[in-house]
């Protein structure tokens, strides 16, 4: 049983030669692969583009605009400006302090009547915006562009007074209407 136990050993004693001498084969096109594979690695890498620093803007309010304050309808901030700069008469005058109405956003042509209310013996005009929406609006409400104030609603018809600048810092009232549409 001791010999049994000993033959393989021997066994690998002698198989084990032979497969290290087996290993040893040709090895030309791997260590050409190698030298190619070493030759392109050292091509240089071009650097990163260098990051430029972050402008920072300091907000100063003297001579801008507040950015939180809502712009009124129709009118830009600048022309406001311009307008207190401009000499001032005793004619008529838009309130530009007065909140704006939402039918001041759109130009005159652009609204239509389409209708009346009438109820003890108040009247109102339904008024189509350009963006389709129709609005409810009676005696001393505002609509159009240029300050145009409701002074009379009939039944065919809207009544306003318009104020337009002069362009000389002056203001002139004059009279505008809208039909109603079919």
Sequence with gaps: MTVMKEAPRWLVMLLLPLLLVGC??????????????????????EPLPEVKPHETFRYEVSGMRDPFEPIPFGR??????????APKSEGPRPDFDRPREPLE??????????????R????????????????????????????????????????LVELAPTGLGDWVERQASLALTE
Excluded: C
């Excluded at 190698?34 to 091509?43: D, F, G, L, P, W």
């Excluded at 005159?108 to 009438?118: A, C, H, N, Q």
């Design 24 to 45: 040893e084969r040709e090895m030309g096109d791997l260590e050409q692969f190698v030298i190619e594979a070493r030759t392109k690695a050292q091509t240089r890498v």
């Design 120 to 159: 003890e013996g108040r009247r109102w005009a339904l008024i189509k915006a350009g963006d389709g929406t129709i609005h409810r609006v009676t005696v001393g409400n505002y609509l159009g562009q240029n300050h145009g104030r409701i002074v009379d609603i009939s039944e065919t018809q809207v009544s």
């Design 76 to 85: 830009p901030q600048l022309k406001v400006e311009e307008e207190e700069k």
């Design 105 to 118: 956003a759109y130009p005159l042509d652009s609204l239509r009547m389409v209708g009346i209310l009438e």
